[in-house]
C-alpha cells in the first residue's frame, strides 16, 4: 500500500501546490488568545515502509530532546473499506494529541500529559487533524501494529454514521474491556460535554468504568435493570428522528446547528459491555439493533462489545448490525497491540487536567470583551468556559432557533455541592456581558451570610440585602410587584406620542423612550427561609407566584437557591414551581432525588450520578425529559494562569475575583456619563453597612441644586419615583404641606425610609431607644436634623431642639450636641439660621407654644423631655384631668404645622411628660409615627396593636447590630425597617 501528499491533502482539507516542498501548513483558524501562532499539520511524503519507520524514529528522537515544544510524529493509518494507505505528521501538542498512547512502552507514551490540550478539537468547517472537510469528526485510534514504531490502526468516528461492534472471545475478552475503556477516555478528551456516554455493564455492576463520575458528561446507568436506562436513551432517539422527520431541522442531526444539539442532548455513545448475558440483554436486544442501524444519523452511538464464546439472546441478529458497523474483531488481534487504558492513578489525571483545560484553555466564562451584550431580548451566560457549554438564560430566545422563554430559575444542592460557585458564575458572568445600564441585580442572601456582600463592587448591584433584618424581605418582594406595576404603566399609550408597548423587548427596540428600565435579575439564596415563619408564608408564596408568572414581559426574572428545589411550607409550590422552566441541580440526597417531581425519569436518572462537587444537570424547559444537560462548571479565575498556583488559593474567592473587581472598576472610569446616569445606587441592607447621609435623598437634592429644597422643588421631587431619588411613593401633596424627614435605607427597592409630618391629626414622631442604644438615637437625631436642614424656610419655617439629656453617653464621649454637629457636617450642609438649640428646662414651655411664620412648618425636637419638671405631668390620677402644654400640642399643633419629635430612653419615662390614655387608640392618637430599637408587649399595647409586628416572644431586634437598625411604625401599623444614616 502506498499513499501521496495529496490524499493527505484531501483528508484535511488543505490543497498546497502538488509539486511544493514539504512545509508548515497554515492553521485554518487563528490561534485561541494568549497562544502564539503554531503550525498544526505538516503534510510529509513517504515513499516505502522503510522510509515511514525511520521518519517515525527520527521525529520521536526530536520530540524526546528536553526544552522542544513542538512535536510532530509519523504514523500509518488505514482508511476505507479497502484499506487505503496515507502518510501524515501529527500536529503541536497546543492541538490535542491523537496519537497518545497512554502505555510506558509506546513511543509516544509521553504525550499522555498533553491530554488537556485535546479538548482544542476546532469544529464546525475548522478542520483540524484528522477531520475530514465533510464530517463533524476525526479518526479514532484503537491499537498499532505488534512493532512499537509500527502503524497506528484507526477507527472512524462520529463522521463516520456508523455504530461500532468488538468482537472478542474469552480469551480476548480483558482486552476488549480495556480498549473500550479507552475509546471513552480518547473520546471524551476530544469531544469534551459534546458527547455523552451511557455505560452499560450489566455483568460488572459498573466496575468495569470505575472512573465514569469523571467523564464531562454521562447518564448514570441502571445495570441492574439496563433496559430501563437503554429506554431513556431510546426515547431520547425517538425526539430528535421526530424533529428531523417533522422538516424543522435537517435530516442529519450532523448538520444540525451545535446549539441545537446541545438542546437535544448532543452526541451521545452507548457502552454496551459482554453482549451475551441472556438473562440482562434479553429485553434488549430490539432496542439494541435499532440503536445501531438508525441511532448515528440521530448523533447516538453504538459501541456494542460481543463475546462470541457466549450464547446469545435469542433472535439477536447480530449480523445485521455489523452490516452497518464499523468492526474491530480481536480473535484474529495480538493482544498487545490492542490500546489500553492507563492506570487508575493516570485515567485519573487525564479526566482531572482535562477538567482543567476546559476551565481554562477552551471555554469562556471570561469573556474576552465586557458590556458588548444587549438585553433586549434576554441575558445569558456561560457556566463552564464556552459558549457552547452549560449555561443559562432569562428573557426570550428567539433569532432561528426554537423559542425559548425563562422568567424565572431555581437551584438545588445539598451543602458543599457548588451552588456559591454556581451564583457567582451566573452573577459576574452576566456582569461581565451586559453593562449596568442594561441589567440590575438584587441580591438577597437569607441565610444571614456574608457572600453576596462581595457583589457590592458591581456596578450593577442595586440591592444587596440579608435576613439580618428582619421584615425587609416581604417587604423587598412586596416592592418588586410595585416596581413591575410601574414598568407595565410605563408601557401604555399616554397619548404623549412616544406608543404603546407589550413588553419590555418591544419597550427597549423603541429606545426607551419613558425612561430605563433595565432587566432586573433577583437573586434569592437560601429561599425557603422565606416560609419560615407561619404568618407570612401565604404572603411571600403570592409575591413569588407574580413575579415568576409576570416577570417575563416587566423584565423582571429571579432565581431562587436552596438545598431542597422545593422548601417545605411553601404554598402554592406546585403552581409557582410550574412557571419555573430553568431547573438546575447539584449533588442532592439520594431520598430527595427519589421523591423530587422537578424533573422527569431521565433527569432523576442523571442526578444520581451527580456525586462530585461542581457537577450540574440544567434543564430548561420544565424538567422535561430530552432536554437535560449534565456536566461539570468551570472555576471563576480572574488571575493569569501563572498565578493560580496552589488549589488552596483557588479556594479563596477574594482572591480570585480581585482581577476582575479591578477591571469593573476600570469599566466604570471609562464608560459615557450619559449611560452611567441610568446605573443603580447599591443599596446594602444587612443591618450592619451604613448608608451614609450624602445618600439621603434631601440632603443630596440640595446639594445637587446648590441650596436649601423650596416647597416647588419638594413637589418636583414628589413626582419623581425613589429609582430617580424622587419621592413619588409618599404621595407628596401641597395641600397637606409636607415635612418627609428621612432616616435611613428602607426594605424596597430604591427607597428610603421616610416620615412624612403633613397636617393632620397624631402626626408626631416618636422615638424609644434604649440607654445602651443611645449612639443609635444620636445617629437618628442628627439624620432628622440633616433633613430638617436640607429644606427652605418656605417649608420649615423654624426649627427648635431642646437637648436635655446628659452631656456624656457613650464611653467615645459623644453627645447629642456634638451628634447635630457633626451630622451636619457629614451631610455637607451649613446649620441653617432657623435651628435653634436649647439645653436649658426653663426653655421646655416657650419652645412649645412658638409658633412658625404662616403657611409654614414649626418643627420641635425634644431630646429626653421628662428632665424639664414644667413638662411633667404628674401623678396618674390627676393627669387624666389636666391640662398640660406638650399634650396640647402633640393634640391640637399637627393640624397647624406644629410638629413634635420627642427621643427617649423608655415608654415609662415617656409617660412623665405623656399622659398614658388608656382609651381610643392610646398613643397612636398623638404619635402615629414611631421609631423603636424593638418591638415588645408594652409597646404593642401602647400602640393597640392586637396582631404581633413579627416574632412572637420578648420583642423583636431588627439586626444582629443594633447600632445600626431600627423599626418605624406608621400609618398603616406595618413595620418598616430601617438602616439608619450613619457619618
Known amino acids: 500500500m502506498s499513499g501521496t501528499a495529496s490524499d493527505l491533502d484531501d483528508l484535511l ?33 513517504i515513499d516505502d515502509a522503510l522510509a515511514l519507520d525511520a521518519a517515525w524514529r527520527a521525529e520521536y528522537a526530536t520530540r524526546a530532546r528536553p526544552g522542544r515544544e513542538q512535536s510532530a510524529g509519523v504514523c500509518e493509518l488505514s482508511v476505507g473499506p479497502e484499506g487505503t494507505a496515507v502518510r501524515r505528521a501529527l500536529y503541536a501538542p497546543e492541538v490535542f494529541h491523537l496519537n497518545a498512547s497512554f502505555l510506558s512502552d509506546d513511543c509516544a507514551g509521553l504525550h499522555a500529559e498533553w491530554a488537556p490540550a485535546w479538548v482544542q478539537w476546532l469544529k464546525q468547517g475548522e478542520h483540524v487533524g484528522l477531520t475530514r472537510a465533510d464530517q463533524d469528526g476525526c479518526l479514532l485510534r484503537w491499537g498499532r501494529d505488534a512493532d512499537p514504531y509500527g502503524a497506528i490502526r484507526y477507527l472512524p468516528l462520529i463522521g463516520g454514521r456508523r455504530s461500532w461492534v468488538i468482537l472478542s472471545d474469552d480469551r480476548t475478552r480483558e482486552s476488549a474491556v480495556g480498549l473500550i475503556r479507552a475509546l471513552v477516555l480518547r473520546l471524551a478528551c476530544m469531544m469534551g460535554n459534546d458527547v455523552r456516554f451511557v455505560l452499560l455493564d450489566p455483568n460488572g455492576g459498573g466496575t468495569t468504568f470505575p472512573q465514569q463520575g469523571l467523564l464531562p458528561s454521562h447518564l448514570p446507568a441502571n445495570n441492574a435493570v439496563p433496559a430501563e436506562t437503554l429506554g431513556l436513551v431510546m426515547d431520547r432517539l425517538a425526539k430528535v428522528t421526530a424533529t428531523m422527520l417533522d422538516g424543522t431541522r435537517a435530516q442529519d442531526f450532523h448538520k444540525w446547528d451545535r446549539r441545537d444539539q446541545k438542546d437535544a442532548g448532543g452526541y451521545e455513545v452507548v457502552c454496551a459491555l459482554d453482549m451475551g448475558d441472556t438473562a440482562k440483554y434479553n429485553p434488549m436486544t430490539t432496542q439494541l439493533t435499532d440503536l445501531a442501524r438508525t441511532g448515528p444519523l440521530a448523533g447516538r452511538y453504538l459501541l456494542l462489545h460481543v463475546n462470541m464464546d457466549k450464547p446469545q439472546p435469542h433472535g439477536f441478529d447480530l449480523k445485521a448490525i455489523m452490516d452497518d458497523a464499523h468492526v474491530i474483531d480481536l480473535r484474529e488481534c495480538d493482544a498487545g497491540c490492542v490500546d489500553r487504558p492507563p492506570d487508575g492513578a493516570l485515567h485519573r489525571h487525564i479526566l482531572s487536567r482535562l477538567a482543567e483545560a476546559m476551565v481554562d484553555t477552551e471555554l469562556k466564562v471570561i469573556p474576552d ?30 433569532g432561528g ?51 453576596f456582600q462581595a457583589y457590592a463592587r458591581l456596578p450593577h448591584a442595586a440591592v444587596i440585602a440579608s435576613n439580618a433584618v428582619p421584615g425587609a424581605m416581604i417587604g423587598f418582594l412586596r416592592n418588586m410587584r410595585g416596581e413591575m406595576d410601574r414598568r407595565y404603566d410605563l408601557f401604555l399609550d399616554r397619548d404623549d406620542g412616544k406608543g404603546e408597548f407589550s413588553d419590555l423587548q418591544q419597550y427597549h427596540a423603541a429606545g426607551q423612550p419613558r425612561g430605563p428600565a433595565p432587566r432586573i435579575l433577583i437573586v434569592i439564596d437560601e429561599y425557603q427561609t422565606l416560609f419560615d415563619e407561619e404568618q407570612s408564608q401565604d404572603e411571600a408564596a ?72 461542581g457537577r450540574i444537570l440544567i434543564n430548561d424547559h420544565g424538567g422535561a425529559d430530552g432536554f437535560n444537560h449534565a456536566g461539570k462548571v468551570g472555576v471563576l479565575d480572574g488571575r493569569p494562569p501563572a498565578q493560580r498556583t496552589t488549589p488552596s488559593e483557588r479556594e479563596k474567592a477574594a482572591v480570585r475575583l480581585a482581577p476582575l473587581f479591578a477591571r469593573f472598576e476600570a469599566m466604570k472610569q471609562k464608560w459615557p456619563a450619559e449611560k452611567r446616569a441610568a446605573w443603580p445606587t447599591t443599596q446594602v441592607l444587612t443591618g450592619q453597612v451604613r448608608p451614609g447621609l450624602k445618600q439621603n435623598f434631601l440632603v443630596r437634592e440640595a446639594l445637587r441644586t446648590h441650596g436649601a429644597i423650596r416647597l416647588t422643588q419638594l413637589l418636583e421631587m414628589g413626582g419623581r419615583p425613589a ?86 453617653l457613650v464611653p467615645d464621649d459623644f453627645d447629642y450636641g456634638d451628634a447635630i454637629a457633626a451630622g451636619l457636617a457629614a451631610a455637607g450642609l451649613p446649620q441653617p ?42 401623678p396618674p390620677e390627676t393627669a387624666r384631668f389636666s391640662t398640660f402644654p406638650l399634650m396640647e400640642r402633640l393634640k391640637q399643633g399637627p393640624d397647624m404645622g406644629q410638629h413634635t419629635i420627642i427621643f427617649t430612653s423608655s415608654l415609662q419615662r415617656l409617660y412623665k411628660v ?70
Not at 372 to 387: F, N, R, Y
Not at 418 to 432: D, F, Q, T
Not at 771 to 792: F, G, I, P, W, Y
Not at 943 to 962: C, E, F, H, V, Y
Request: charged letters at 20%; aromatic letters at 2%.
Open 914 to 983: 405623656v399622659v398614658n390614655e388608656t382609651v381610643g387608640g392610646g398613643l397612636s392618637q398623638l404619635l402615629r409615627w414611631v421609631l423603636v430599637e424593638r418591638v415588645d408587649d408594652d409597646l404593642r399595647a401602647a400602640l393597640r396593636l392586637i396582631q404581633p409586628l413579627s416574632r412572637a416572644g420578648g420583642g423583636t431586634r431588627p439586626g444582629k447590630d443594633r447600632d445600626t437598625t431600627a423599626i418605624l411604625l406608621g400609618r398603616s401599623d406595618k413595620e418598616t425597617v430601617v438602616t439608619v444614616f450613619g457619618e
Open 723 to 808: 429609582s430617580a431619588g424622587g419621592l413619588q411613593e409618599l404621595g407628596i401633596d401641597s395641600r397637606f404641606l409636607p415635612v418627609p424627614l428621612m432616616l435611613g435605607r428602607d426594605s424596597t427597592l430604591n427607597g428610603q425610609a421616610c416620615v412624612p409630618l403633613v397636617r393632620e391629626g397624631g402626626e408626631n414622631l416618636l422615638c424609644v431607644m434604649e440607654m445602651k442604644a443611645a449612639r443609635l438615637q444620636m445617629d437618628v437625631v442628627a439624620t432628622v436634623v440633616a433633613s430638617l436642614a436640607a429644606l427652605s424656610p418656605d417649608v420649615v419655617g423654624s426649627v427648635r431642639i431642646l437637648n436635655l439629656a446628659p452631656a456624656k
Open 13 to 45: 482539507g488543505l490543497t498546497p501546490a502538488p509539486d511544493a516542498p514539504a512545509q508548515e501548513a497554515a492553521p485554518s483558524a487563528a490561534p485561541s488568545a494568549g497562544r502564539p501562532a503554531r503550525p498544526l499539520v505538516r503534510p510529509v511524503a
Open 833 to 874: 439660621a432657623n435651628i435653634t438649640v436649647s439645653t436649658s428646662p426653663d426653655d421646655a414651655v416657650g419652645l412649645i407654644g412658638a409658633v412658625a411664620p404662616p403657611g409654614t412648618a414649626d418643627i420641635l425636637i425634644l431630646i429626653d423631655p421628662e428632665r424639664a419638671s414644667p413638662l411633667l405631668v404628674g
Open 369 to 398: 470583551r465586557w458590556w458588548t451584550k444587549t438585553s433586549q431580548e434576554c441575558v445569558g451566560t456561560s457556566l463552564t468556559d464556552s459558549d457552547d457549554g452549560l449555561g443559562v438564560l432569562f428573557g426570550q430566545e428567539t
Open 401 to 451: 432557533r426554537s423559542t425559548r422563554s425563562i422568567t424565572a430559575g431555581v437551584l438545588s444542592g445539598i451543602p458543599g455541592s457548588g451552588k456559591s460557585n454556581v451564583l457567582a458564575l451566573i452573577i459576574m458572568g452576566l456582569a461581565m456581558r451586559y453593562p449596568p445600564e442594561e441589567l440590575q441585580f438584587h441580591l438577597l442572601d437569607l441565610k444571614g451570610g456574608v457572600e
Open 542 to 613: 403570592n409575591h413569588l407566584k407574580e413575579i415568576v408568572s409576570k416577570g417575563r414581559a416587566a423584565g423582571v426574572h429571579v432565581l431562587l437557591s436552596s438545598q431542597k428545589m422545593v422548601p417545605s411550607g411553601m404554598s402554592r409550590s406546585q403552581h409557582i414551581m410550574s412557571m419555573i422552566t430553568l431547573r438546575m441541580s447539584l449533588q442532592m440526597a439520594a431520598d430527595e432525588v427519589d421523591s423530587m417531581f422537578e424533573f422527569g425519569t431521565e433527569g432523576r436518572q442523571i442526578l444520581r450520578g451527580l456525586q462530585e462537587s
